[in-house]
């Protein structure tokens, strides 16, 4: 796609067909993932050959053993073999190896391969800078071109691909609707200046649009356009239409803040649902965000326990507590109760009834409930967005919820919308929020509108909860964030 | 996510936990889909709950028929009753309906329900832009918030659910990894004048950042950024350390033109794999979009026959001549000597060895093999991007493919990538491209390279050709294009 070279030549070349056709072959490539889990009796008897990198050389008087590792798997197979064989090889490289798949005599490993022969594919100078050995987290997003070849970010990015299927699996199996949600997107942000705007630069070789006056900006959409920063507003028209949807795509925040929570660029999974209430929304955020913990855990067993072994020690007896219990509901007016009336901790930030909580707040409440999830439900309407549903018995809440994870803070925050048309044009009036703007998202109120409502969970502090990463950077292949744009 | 008021105020109110708690009920809703699947002996005994969206009344002299769809099927429930019950309700509306389901006696449909009663959830008043009667794509397209509950749009979109996912089971079950390359991203389109550019408007109410020189401008990123034209440059780091995986997800272009082939967002799912070459790269392409159409096809029958009934009717012929027979595979040069030689069409655009193929040219191609797909091979090095692996017998020609299919033209783009360090490293330096920005993609090749390569399908050229669809703004659920970011 990139660097189209135009210039265009003249050549009639003699068509060679047959040599082309030679080309042909089928794939040849073997998973070593498929290999490992391979058992004794099924192991084949001719040669295998596996194609991969050398994670890991060690010497012995005679033979050498070498891992290589295609990235299937966490541990890489052992190859056993004259030390000759060897000798010209680096960390790195990338080799295809060929001999006969054994069962190991080692602990760690079911198969591994007795060496027939041994071809490098692409060497590896001595300057690479992955060496086997220790590195920091900050050294290797400095290379994140290489960083996915290590163990840690090879298990991070199966992880990864694993839950973004287990998300899928869990909502197809009820027959919810993937929805594509624009990320090009016309409603700007309430001014809290935290949206990216969209230019279009044209080609210094084309002429500007003839219908612009004098000082006018060129807007190739017509009007200004801005990278989504959530894709519920119109999630809520297909949940109108196919009843349950979802959405799975990057979503955007010019955060100026350089946190270990915060991206430019992140990832949200936004189910939206006709004809819930909050009792709803609450229990289906419960039972999906704990069916996916099961998935990826039963699926990912070896990745995650490494990272309960290197990364966070006490990783896998959370999550299981997790698993075990129900998960805390508080109301935000419980909630506040409990900060206020405590006396264990002085908070730097006191809060009171009708304030947003802060994370130090959030820390108390999931520490106090031994780190199970709490949800936080029925919030003051009035630091909530314009959307949400008022609160049938309290006018002064809104049908939501938040749930607090111990570390990350808010990983799910969901609400049930307002669905009555009178309510919602009223409260975009009383908010002074431009009309005009939202009167196709009001219209939806307007003919045949129903309950509905959802909840958005960000992929990557639900991926630093399952694997105990502590920066976010570090869970998301290529991180974009302020003063960062490599690649 | 978005209004939020941030005037906090103070409110201690009682806490109500026994009032709020009341309000946690079990989820209740029966998806339409489930029950119309039901057969005869598993109906239940007791009455049914359907919710949903009245597509269409029909009245008779006592009795009347509604149909009330809940957008999980194409065809609805018909549900019959006392005509005096329905007497309220309009087109439009949504309704919840009990009655007790019964094998139907009219042929289109195997279940109805015979109504005991019937509550309106939202009205729907006489102006609804969504008339049951003729309306055209480009009116629909105006109501883009209310054409997904039409049953062609319906259809589309749960066409285009379960093409999403036999895309990702296809991939999944041969062990590929899901990889979130970046949206924004640092590399310039070479000058074609097609990128999008990202600003960040800061919030008035911020101090500039204070390093910035008089004159100079602020990048968010510290660098210019743009949105991505396409994930595979990102994609092969992740073919170098994982071997098999692939993208899916928006990527840009700023299309001037204002056809019924391009949109400004769009998706592109994007294989990258280790350890192939030229005709692996080939045959797993076939074998992919053939897996897809098959899955799409077994799944989707009813809204497929839909549109071959009402948008295409030669669609599922059509279709299904491309699964039984094998693509057609010319090279480029092939394809150049039966253009030139042919004497049935006169062409606009005269082509000869060296330049790319218009619209006429693969059209004729298409249809000269019958509508079956053909894989044009082998391209010129000159008029192709400069990560193309040169191929080895002939050095004028790289090893790539592009997959016409009929009426769209190009469906599927891919090659086989310059894996040779020094060949990558000249190739930049040949077509003067900035070394620096590639300084990493170089280095792919510096340590553990491999061959690798893969493939690219934009996504809604191919739902496109999967319904018969004739402009691509209606087979996403939010159209972007110039002049054109409504929502």
Redesign the interface.
């Known amino acids: 796609?990139?660097?189209?070279?135009?210039?265009?030549?003249?050549?009639?070349?003699?068509?060679?067909?047959n040599?082309?056709k030679k080309?042909?072959?089928?794939?040849?490539?073997v998973?070593l993932?498929?290999v490992l889990n391979t058992t004794s009796p099924n192991l084949p008897t001719e040669p295998t050959k596996i194609?991969?990198?050398?994670k890991n050389i060690r010497n012995q008087k005679n033979i050498s053993f070498i891992e290589v590792n295609?990235?299937?798997d966490l541990g890489g197979i052992q190859v056993v073999g004259n030390k000759d064989a060897f000798h010209q090889l680096k960390h790195?490289?990338?080799v295809e190896v060929e001999g006969s798949l054994v069962m190991s005599q080692g602990k760690t490993q079911q198969v591994e391969m007795q060496l027939q022969s041994v071809k490098q594919?692409?060497?590896?100078?001595e300057d690479?800078?992955?060496q086997p050995k220790y590195h920091t987290m900050e050294f290797l997003r400095e290379i994140?071109?290489?960083r996915?070849?290590s163990n840690t970010?090879?298990a991070m990015?199966?992880i990864?691909?694993q839950a973004?299927?287990s998300i899928?699996k869990y909502f197809?199996k009820?027959?919810f609707?993937?929805?594509?949600?624009?990320?090009?997107?016309?409603?700007d942000?309430?001014?809290?200046?935290?949206?990216?705007?969209?230019?279009?630069?044209?080609?210094?070789?084309?002429p500007p649009p003839s219908n612009l006056q004098a000082g006018q900006e060129h807007h190739?959409?017509?009007?200004p356009?801005y990278?989504t920063?959530?894709g519920?507003?119109?999630a809520e028209?297909?949940a109108?239409?196919?009843?349950?949807v979802y959405t799975f795509?990057?979503t955007?925040r010019?955060e100026?803040s350089n946190t270990t929570r915060h991206l430019?660029?992140f990832?949200m999974i936004e189910p939206e649902?006709?004809?819930?209430?909050?009792?709803?929304n609450?229990?289906?955020a419960e039972d999906f965000l704990k069916s996916i913990m099961r998935d990826v855990m039963e699926n990912c067993r070896e990745d995650l326990e490494f990272f309960d072994k290197k990364v966070d020690p006490q990783l896998l007896v959370r999550l299981n507590k997790a698993l075990d219990r129900p998960f805390v509901?508080l109301?935000y007016?419980?909630a506040l109760?409990i900060l206020t009336k405590q006396q264990e901790v002085v908070f730097e930030n006191p809060i009171?009834?009708?304030?947003?909580l802060q994370r130090e707040h959030e820390r108390f409440l999931t520490k106090k409930y031994d780190d199970v999830p709490v949800f936080v439900?029925?919030w003051?309407k009035?630091?909530?967005?314009?959307?949400m549903r008022e609160n049938q018995?309290?006018p002064?809440?809104v049908d939501n919820m938040d749930l607090l994870v111990p570390d990350i803070g808010e990983l799910i925050?969901g609400s049930i919308r307002e669905?009555r048309y009178p309510q919602l044009l009223n409260r975009i009036k009383e908010?002074k929020?431009d009309e005009e703007t939202y009167q196709?998202?009001i219209?939806?109120?307007?003919?045949?509108?129903?309950?509905h409502g959802g909840f958005?969970l960000g992929f990557e502090r639900f991926l630093q909860y399952l694997t105990g990463m502590k920066n976010i950077r570090d869970v998301?292949?290529?991180p974009?964030h302020?003063?960062?744009?490599?690649?």
């Open positions: 796609m990139l660097g189209i070279h135009l210039c265009k030549r003249f050549y009639k070349w003699p068509t060679k067909i040599e082309i080309l042909y072959n089928p794939i040849s490539t998973s993932n498929q194609k991969g990198w050398i295609d990235g299937s790195g490289a990338c594919i692409g060497e590896c100078p690479y800078p992955l994140a071109h290489f996915s070849r970010f090879g990015f199966r990864r691909n973004s299927m899928h197809q009820s027959g609707v993937w929805v594509h949600t624009p990320t090009i997107t016309a409603s942000c309430e001014g809290g200046g935290e949206q990216f705007q969209i230019k279009h630069v044209p080609s210094p070789d084309l190739f959409f017509g009007q356009a990278l920063v959530s519920q507003l119109e028209i297909y109108l239409s196919h009843s349950r795509g990057p955007f010019a100026r430019a660029e990832y649902m006709a004809f819930i209430q909050q009792a709803d609450v229990d289906i509901r109301t007016t419980e109760e009171k009834w009708g304030d947003d439900t029925l003051p009035s630091i909530k967005p314009f959307y018995e309290n002064l809440l925050g669905e908010l929020m196709w998202y219209e939806l109120r307007k003919f045949g509108s129903a309950p958005g998301i292949p290529i974009r302020q003063n960062y744009c490599k690649f």
